[in-house]
């Protein structure tokens, strides 16, 4: 088969990179979480260069969501305007990103990074249909959460997802939760690849992928 160069846009996409998962002081501190920054920056460096659409998602929880103890499973973590919301320090965040806020309202557990908004209500979706979004690079916290509502969800939608596991970490609650989400999603048709072989060009989209 030929490889021609296809016309597709592609996104790189980080979910919830925020001081909450990603800080030791963080309202819900994933371990590992502060090492997705350096390869999230190479990602977003090299998405910049090869002219890639940039996004993120984010908790953005009020201060009394259910998605909090006594109601919900979680500590307080990721409230809006506080420094536990903000992306993590280091994290190259172009002016030109599209960012989701998610679990806003009480009720909203805002797993699901497609639930995100932008400031301006603009969803996932608008942007990948918009500009014609065929492939994204996911990374993030958690694996086991978000990162994976994430993944099946694009995945359904029809696009093609690498998940991009060595700037991703798992909450992993229970032993093994981080490798069932995997399966999961590997089942569904994600491709999990490494940062440097993104930097290696090694997923230009090509007919013949
Ligand atoms: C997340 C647990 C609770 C996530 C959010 O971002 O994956 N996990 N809230």
Request: aromatic share 12%; net charge negative; with cysteine.
């Amino acid at each position: 088969m030929i490889n021609k160069p296809a016309t597709g846009i592609t996104m790189v996409f980080g979910v919830d990179p925020q001081n909450c998962f990603g800080h030791p002081n963080g309202g819900l501190y994933v371990k590992g979480g502060e090492k997705v920054v350096e390869p999230g920056n190479k990602l977003i460096a090299y998405g910049l260069e090869n002219d890639y659409l940039i996004g993120f998602s984010c908790d953005w929880h009020p201060n009394n969501s259910d998605h909090f103890k006594p109601i919900g499973p979680w500590p307080r973590h990721g409230v809006a305007g506080t420094w536990d919301a903000e992306f993590l320090s280091g994290l190259n965040v172009p002016a030109t990103s599209y960012i989701f806020r998610k679990g806003t309202k009480k009720h909203e557990h805002g797993y699901d990074p497609f639930e995100g908004k932008t400031d301006d209500g603009i969803g996932i979706e608008n942007v990948l249909v918009h500009f014609g979004v065929e492939k994204i690079f996911a990374w993030g916290i958690a694996i086991d959460y978000c990162v994976k509502a994430f993944v099946l969800h694009a995945l359904k939608l029809g696009y093609k997802v690498y998940l991009v596991i060595d700037a991703s970490r798992s909450v992993n609650a229970n032993l093994g939760d981080e490798q069932k989400a995997i399966e999961e999603m590997e089942a569904t048709g994600v491709k999990l690849i490494t940062t440097e072989e993104v930097l290696n060009g090694k997923f230009q989209t090509t007919l013949a992928d």
